[in-house]
């Protein structure tokens, strides 16, 4: 069994950047209009009035102040309120579409940190919550364009795709299977909200981000973070759900609310934070460390309450930002891609020796945490 390390990483963010303000004056103006049209139903008690949002309701519930998405004009027009795609969204045999663009770009950036080539890399996978496609693979794709050797597959588990991903990466390197592994993580989930919605309106941003996974002794990069343990765990819920799928368009209902991302936040919040917390605390006991061993949890991010709780509960106190950093207000949620995020940003200052938890939580329920601690 090979020692693996953690070696680069990489972020591509969306240039379209939509503050929560923008956010809401498009989703009122929305709200005042289906009111006035349904005006005779509202006022018999046929159909209930929409309320407006505000930022200041977004920032308490959710921590976010902006987000990016791959396209904004559509979600800012009160006529659509409805994601749009950039012209070369589906690209061709000479470009690749838009969710292997943004794999590259965070990709490159993740091949430069560790120091080494495409060609170096032999395996390529592909962990993200809403895939574009169903084939050929996005993995394939990026394996194309890049240069990559080896094989490439996709994988969707929902928030926890990229450190699923990451798991399925170690253990492929772990066994001998692949000397370097290329993670990653495009995440377009902002195409999965229903932008009508108060409840989730705001919720979602567009990113991508990769890591590169190497075996320990072929390692050269100056940040190096190698692998104590990794663990995964699911259990079933329907509390967070989309019924989009292939069988969607047999039923010609590809715009039915419930296609888009449904949640019923009290009760995740209510069951999947104690499976977090006690996942998190199995995890270290089993690794011989302490969570006072930890100089940094990079959570999942969810939204701050749900962030805060989790690390609360795990220290006996509050968390300082150092101790479990966010990054919603600028990214919002980024479905798989926060935790990544979140070390990607935050973790130049520590020092060899310093140890933290990569973990990540959502939809299935599933759970997937990696201990890591810096060469």
């Keep these: 069994m090979f020692d693996v390390v953690l070696t680069g990483t990489g972020l591509f963010v969306p240039p379209a950047r939509v503050t929560n303000e923008q956010l809401v004056e498009a989703f009122n103006a929305y709200a005042d209009k289906f009111n006035a049209e349904n005006k005779a139903d509202i006022d018999a008690g046929l159909t209930p009035a929409m309320q407006h949002s505000s930022a200041e309701f977004i920032e308490k519930a959710s921590g976010i102040k902006a987000r990016h998405l791959i396209e904004a004009e559509g979600v800012l027009n009160p006529d659509t309120l409805r994601q749009g795609l950039p012209e070369d969204a589906h690209g061709d045999d000479d470009k ?29 996978i592909c962990g993200t919550a809403a895939l574009q496609r169903s084939f050929p693979a996005i993995a394939i794709e990026v394996q194309h364009h890049l240069g990559t050797k080896g094989s490439a597959y996709d994988m969707v588990m929902a928030c926890s ?12 390197i772990k066994t001998g299977a692949a000397k370097r592994v290329l993670m990653i993580n495009p995440e377009i989930f902002s195409t999965m909200v229903n932008f009508r919605d108060r409840d989730s309106h705001f919720i979602f941003g567009d990113v991508a981000t990769a890591v590169v996974l190497e075996r320990s002794d072929l390692a050269t990069a100056p940040d190096q973070w190698k692998v104590l343990d990794c663990k995964s765990e699911t259990y079933y819920s ?16 590809e715009h039915r609310d419930d296609m888009y991302f449904v949640q019923y936040g009290r009760k995740v919040f209510k069951e999947l934070l104690p499976l977090v917390t006690k996942f998190i605390s199995t995890q270290l006991k089993d690794a011989g460390i302490t969570v006072n061993d930890l100089n940094r949890m990079w959570l999942h991010q969810a939204n701050i309450n749900m962030n805060m709780y989790a690390a609360k509960k795990l220290l006996g106190r509050d968390p300082t930002f150092e101790e479990a950093p966010t990054v919603l207000e600028e990214y919002g949620n980024t479905a798989a891609a926060g935790s990544i995020i979140a070390f990607h940003e935050h973790r130049e200052n520590l020092k060899s020796g310093s140890k933290g938890l990569i973990c990540s939580f959502g939809a299935g329920y599933s759970i997937g945490s990696l201990l890591v601690e810096k060469l």
Excluded: W
């Design 96 to 124: 690749p579409c838009i969710q292997a663009q943004m794999a590259i770009n965070a990709a490159k950036q993740a091949i430069d940190q560790a120091g080494i080539k495409p060609e170096d890399i032999d395996l390529v």
């Design 161 to 172: 795709s990229a450190t699923f991903a990451l798991i399925a990466g170690i253990n492929a």
């Design 238 to 253: 329907n509390n967070i759900r989309s019924q989009l799928g292939p069988l969607t368009r047999n039923e010609g209902s």
